[in-house]
C-alpha cells in the first residue's frame, strides 16, 4: 500500500492530499509499487496536469493539478510502495552465511528486490521474479539492471544458487535484450566452479547480448574463516588468479577488437591475487562497474593526483594518522608518498589492518571491524587525529557495532571520517594545521 506520509509545502497536491492517505491511481493506472509510481509520473512536457486518486479512510478522492517534470512531492511511508523481496537462494559464495552469529539483525537481511537494483544500484540474480514481473519490467524498459549472472549454464546456475529458477537466465536476459534494456552483469568467480571453460561458456553468451549487455565485471569470491557446513570453497591462489586475469583479458581483448569495447572487466582485487600491476585508466572505458570494485583503484589514484596538483606547497608539520584495509594499503601508501611532495613535513603513518574478525582472505577495506582497529593500534603512536575511511561505517558504527566514540576512547585519539573520495582526504590531512591555506 502506497500510504504519503509527508507532503511537501511545494506540491501542487499541498492542502488537498493529507498524510496517511493511501495513493491508489496516477491518471487512472493503479499504482502497485515505486515502478509504477515513477512510470506513470514520467511525463514528456515540463508542465502536465496529473489525475491521482487517494483512498482516506475508506473514502476514494480524486484530485487533478499541474505538475511540474512529474514531481508530485510525495514521501511515502514505505520507499518501494510494497514488501521488499528477500532473497530465495542458497548461493555456495553467499558472503551473509559467512558472517558469524550474534552481529546485528539486518547485516543477516538478504534483499533481492529488481526495483533495488533501478533505485539503487543492487545486483539481483532475478530467481524470484515472476513472470508478471519480467513483463512488467520489459513493458515499463526498466534501464539499467544490475544482474547477477555468475554462469549462463543452467544446471550449474541452479547448483550455485541452490533454486531451480535459476536456470531461466539467458531467456530472461534475451529478452531484456529484445526490449532494448541495458544490463551491467557480475560474475562471482569460484575456483573449481565457473572458472576456466565455464567461464568462456558465459563470457561467448553474454557477449552475444551486446550491446543490451553493457558491461561485466569478474570479482573473486570473498571468503570469510566463519564457513563451518557450508560449500567446500578454496580461494585464489596467485596462479589462478593469474590464470583467471589472462583468460578473461585475451577474451576482452577479442571483444575491444570486434565490438569496440571490452566489456570484460576483472575487479582491481582479482589483479592483487595475481599480483598483476593494474592496467591504465583507458582500460575501465567509462567506469561503469567502479561500485563493483572494477577500477576503484585507478580513479582514486588519478582523482589524487589531479587534486595535489592544484595544491601551494606547505611547510607547516602535520603529525596524523589513517587506517586502511590490506587490499588498499599500496594506494594509500602511493597517494601519501605523492602528497608529501607538497608537504614535506608531513607525518601521515598508515595502519594496515589484517582483517582477524573475518579471516586474513578478507582485505577489502569496507569489512574492517572496530575491534580490529583497537586491538592493533592500541599503544601505536597516531598523532593529532586518525582517519577512518566511511566505507568501514554504518551509521556511525563498524560492522561489529563498535562505535567512532567507541574506538577514540580506547585509543584516546580523536578520530576524522573520510568520504572515500581524494579530495576529502587530502583536506582532512591538511585541515591538522590550516584549512585557510587551501587553494
Known sequence: MAKIKYIYPTSPFYGKVKKNDDLISINDKKIVDVLDYMFFTETENERENI??????????????????????????????????????????????????????????????????????????????????DIDRIVSMRVSPLNISVHTTNPELRVKMMANPNASKIMEILNRFKQARINMRCQ??????????????????????????????????VGLTK?????????????????????????????????LGTRLFYVADELFQKAEISLPGYDYYEEFEQIENGVGMVISFAQEFMDV???????????????????????LMKKCINLLKVKAPNMNCRIYTIKNDF?????????????????????????GRFLLVPSAMLRDDSFLDDITIKDVEKALNVKIKVTNCSAEDLVDKILSSYSRKKRC
Open 358 to 382: 573475518f579471516g586474513h582472505d578478507v582485505t577489502v577495506t569496507g569489512l574492517t571491524t572496530g575491534q580490529d582497529i583497537i586491538n592493533q593500534l592500541k599503544d601505536k603512536p597516531l
Open 308 to 330: 595535489v596538483r592544484t595544491l601551494r606547497n606547505r611547510e607547516a608539520e602535520i603529525n596524523i594518522s589513517l587506517v586502511t584495509g590490506v587490499a588498499a594499503t599500496p
Open 51 to 132: 489525475k491521482i486518486e487517494v483512498n482516506r479512510k475508506g473514502e476514494r478522492l480524486f484530485f487533478e493539478e499541474e505538475v511540474f517534470e512529474g514531481d508530485l512531492r510525495f514521501e511515502f511511508e514505505n520507499f518501494l510502495m510494497s514488501e521488499q523481496r528477500s532473497c530465495k537462494n542458497k548461493c555456495v559464495f553467499c558472503f551473509i552465511d559467512q558472517l558469524p552469529k550474534g552481529m546485528r539483525k539486518t547485516l543477516y537481511y538478504k534483499d533481492d528486490d529488481f526495483r533495488l537494483s533501478l533505485l539503487y544500484g543492487n545486483y539481483v540474480t532475478l530467481t524470484n521474479a515472476e513472470e508478471s
Open 187 to 220: 560474475i562471482v568467480l569460484c575456483p573449481g566452479l565457473n572458472d576456466g571453460a565455464e567461464l568462456d561458456r558465459t563470457m561467448n553468451d553474454l557477449k552475444s547480448l551486446y550491446p543490451a549487455v553493457t558491461s561485466v565485471s569478474i570479482v573473486p
Open 226 to 258: 566463519y564457513r563451518e557446513g557450508l560449500y567446500p570453497l578454496t580461494s585464489f591462489t596467485k596462479d589462478k588468479a593469474k590464470e583467471a586475469v589472462e583468460q578473461i583479458n585475451k577474451f576482452g581483448d577479442q571483444c575491444l577488437t570486434e
